[in-house]
């Protein structure tokens, strides 16, 4: 490695896989730094980036703070925190953490719409809250037996969701901006066209301006009122006040979120709703998965580092951008 590559700027926690994979190089952690300007401005040589934090925002402030800025090595495949369109104008690449992730949140996506459409988690309070001794648990008004799903977003994690619940005997067909042809689950253009012929709508594209409150009253109407919402991909995605207002009417039946538009804060009204289902952001939080996007985040600094391309560009920086 070059003696100029060996140094590298730290967002976030220095996990055991990143402490090992960056052995090499001198890590300068912007965590538990009080005057973190000062210490920007004591690193504008840095050409190395790594963002182990997801969500930390990265802006063209900062990239104006580090001039000879190369490479941004992302934790997680969402990068909707990073402007990469500005990285892509200064040069800069940024890479993130696709595929490692995709069966895990998959596997969550399917258990939070098993836990919403069967109520699994109020029936487990029920019990533990000893009413069973006094009565059954209600028989569930919801069935994944006759309903059918909405992929919003048919990428590698949509697919992936998609191929469990044709397992599962369920209908599915998805809406994204471009059909996928070699697929032979039914397209929809529109997503208030898609809404309409479902009723139960799995979202899964994502953040950012493009899709921000996609998700939003007129398409909770057209999912009715035997409409399940199961959001595992990002809050924005979502109009949270017009879903709280959809659930409290009951226009749709219930709702199954994973994510949050002010992470980690959830509103009230949702804390209090007994048709929603709530889980803290963990699509892909297992040990096993999570070091697996660890290493690909370290992997592609030492592809970079090596001089050879980062294995895992975002669309809008590839490498050759900056070459
Ligand atoms: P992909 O890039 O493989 O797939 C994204 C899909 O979304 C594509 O089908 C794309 O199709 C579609 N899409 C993008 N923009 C729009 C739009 N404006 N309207 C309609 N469809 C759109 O990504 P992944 O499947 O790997 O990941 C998807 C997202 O899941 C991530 O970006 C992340 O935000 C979220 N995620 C959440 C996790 C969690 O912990 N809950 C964990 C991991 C990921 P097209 O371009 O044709 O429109």
Redesign the pocket.
Known sequence: MAADKSELLLIGPLRPVLASGFANFAVHSLAMVANRDARLSSLGHVRAMAVSAPGEPVDDRLFARLPRLEIISSF???Y?HIDAAAAAKRGIVVTHT?GV??EE?AD?AIGLLLCTVRELPQAERYLRAGKWRESNYPLSPATLRNRSVGL???????LAIARRLESFGVPVVY????QRPELAYRHYPRLIDMACAVDTLIV????GA??RN?IDASVLEALGPDGILIN???GSVVDEPALIAALKARKIMAAGL??FVNEPEVPEELLTMENVVLLP?????SVFTREKMDQLLVNNILAWAAGKPPLTPVPETPWRSWR
């Open positions: 997680g495949v969402g909707d696709p992730l995709t949140v969550t919003v977003g048919m990428g590698r994690i949509g809406h994204t901006r471009t899964i594209v994502p953040g493009e899709t996609m595992v991909a990002r994973d994510v952001h963990l699509g892909s939080a």
